[in-house]
């Protein structure tokens, strides 16, 4: 936010994206309270009614606008700027790579910075060849400390709600992520809505269980995240649309069911979606019927640093397409290119520019 303000004292226009239109709204309020009068900021997103769209676009383009924030509506080939010169991008992980280049593109010598608590493996690629610089906050004393990982199987479900129950009897809530909205055929896993209708009648029929995934409409959506923030939902079920922007200082419980079917990245930010309150211990469980997938989920539960899951995520899978889009495998080469290589190949053309100057 500073480095926006900074870009205005500069003459230049500054963009935030994010990817979904909570955290968005997260990142206009804190601007608007930082900043009062300082920095004239708008928010874009797909629900901006069009009148009010048409506006924002258009003083934009004049540059009447010093800092837009918004998700992918940004990217819409009618939003120009007057003299863009700052692009931050939040939680780097959940956009493509034409995305981030889509806004890049919007302005010539534009300044980037790239936010995310787990790096992309493509992002640390670029880090270790010397085309991102690296900056790195030191998370705050306790925070992630406090929470416990476990990796569980079908037989430990009952046991999981039966926690839940005395849990929340104590004053504290609960997340319970799927990875799919319904039940796909052909797909055994755990859908947000049939898990709903399961808890509400059976296991959690005496607390007050809320349903959220991302195709809601935002009003409804906004509601259900209001109610649970308000301590008037005691379980939220749902899908990784909670996977970033979410802080809830009650919530201690997080259970990621089918939990082999998400990216280490991404059960990483579910994880820290509790243990924000650092005197509530929390819990993350991570639920599989697959015990070989046993070995993966062990790596997130024995590592808290963000950093050092997406480098085990990355030496999995590699460390992305170099001459493609791809941010993740070996892409269109077919070579799982490692850090090891990509240090030392960085180390020899270094050594080879020294020797031609």
Same mark, same amino acid.
Do not use: W
């Given at each position: %936010? +500073?480095?926006?303000?900074?870009? &205005? $004292?500069?003459?230049r226009q500054s963009a935030i994206m994010a990817p979904t239109e909570i955290l968005a709204r997260q990142h206009y309020r804190t601007a608007q309270t930082l900043f009062m009068n300082e920095l004239n900021t708008e928010l874009l997103t797909s629900s901006t009614p069009a009148a009010e769209k048409k506006r924002i676009i258009e003083a934009l383009k004049r540059g009447e606008v010093d800092?837009?924030?918004?998700? !992918?509506?940004?990217?819409?080939?009618?939003?120009? *700027?007057?003299? +863009?010169? +700052?692009?931050?991008?939040?939680? +780097? !992980?959940? *956009?493509?790579?034409?995305?981030?280049? &889509?806004?890049?593109?919007?302005?010539? /010598?534009?300044?980037?910075?790239? #936010?995310?608590?787990?790096?992309?493996?493509?992002?640390?690629?670029?880090?270790?060849?010397?085309?991102?610089?690296?900056?790195?906050?030191?998370?705050?004393?306790?925070?992630?400390?406090?929470?416990?990982?476990? @990796? %569980?199987?079908?037989? $430990?479900?009952? /046991?999981?709600?039966? *926690?839940?129950?005395e849990r929340v009897s104590y004053g504290e809530q609960a997340y319970?992520?799927?990875?799919? =909205?319904?039940?796909?055929? /052909?797909?055994?896993v755990f859908s947000a809505k049939m898990l709903y209708k399961q808890l509400v009648k059976k296991e959690?029929?005496?607390?007050?269980?809320?349903?959220?995934?991302?195709? #809601? &409409?935002?009003?409804? &959506?906004?509601?259900? %995240?209001?109610?649970?923030?308000?301590?008037?939902?005691?379980?939220?079920?749902?899908?990784?649309?909670?996977? =970033?922007?979410?802080?809830?200082?009650?919530?201690?419980? %997080?259970?990621? #069911?089918?939990?082999d079917r998400f990216g280490l990245a991404a059960l990483h930010q579910l994880r820290g979606r509790v243990g924000r309150n650092p005197e509530i211990k929390s819990y993350c469980f991570l639920h599989t019927s697959k015990a070989a997938e046993n070995v993966r989920l062990e790596a997130l539960k024995d590592n808290c640093d963000g950093f050092r899951i997406a480098e085990i995520d990355a030496d999995i899978r590699g460390y992305g397409d170099f001459l493609g889009i791809n941010?993740?495998?070996?892409?269109?080469?077919?070579?799982?290119?490692?850090?090891?290589?990509? @240090?030392e190949s960085k180390r020899i053309a270094d050594g080879l520019m020294e020797e031609g100057e």
């Open positions: %936010m +500073l480095t926006c303000l900074f870009a &205005k $004292k500069c003459n800092l837009i924030i918004g998700t !992918h509506a940004v990217l819409n080939d009618k939003v120009q *700027f007057d003299n +863009l010169g +700052l692009i931050v991008i939040d939680e +780097l !992980h959940r *956009f493509g790579v034409r995305q981030k280049s &889509k806004l890049e593109d919007k302005a010539q /010598g534009v300044d980037v910075i790239v #936010m995310s608590a787990t790096p992309i493996p493509r992002a640390l690629a670029l880090s270790f060849y010397g085309d991102l610089d690296m900056s790195s906050l030191e998370p705050r004393a306790g925070t992630g400390s406090n929470i416990s990982t476990f @990796v %569980m199987g079908d037989d $430990k479900l009952k /046991g999981l709600y039966k *926690f839940i129950n319970i992520v799927c990875p799919l =909205v319904e039940d796909s055929e /052909g797909l055994e959690l029929a005496d607390l007050r269980v809320g349903l959220v995934y991302g195709s #809601m &409409k935002d009003k409804e &959506k906004s509601e259900i %995240m209001s109610r649970f923030y308000a301590g008037d939902i005691d379980v939220l079920v749902a899908t990784s649309v909670i996977e =970033v922007g979410i802080d809830s200082q009650r919530a201690s419980i %997080m259970a990621v #069911m089918d939990s941010q993740s495998g070996g892409g269109n080469l077919n070579i799982n290119i490692d850090k090891k290589l990509i @240090v």
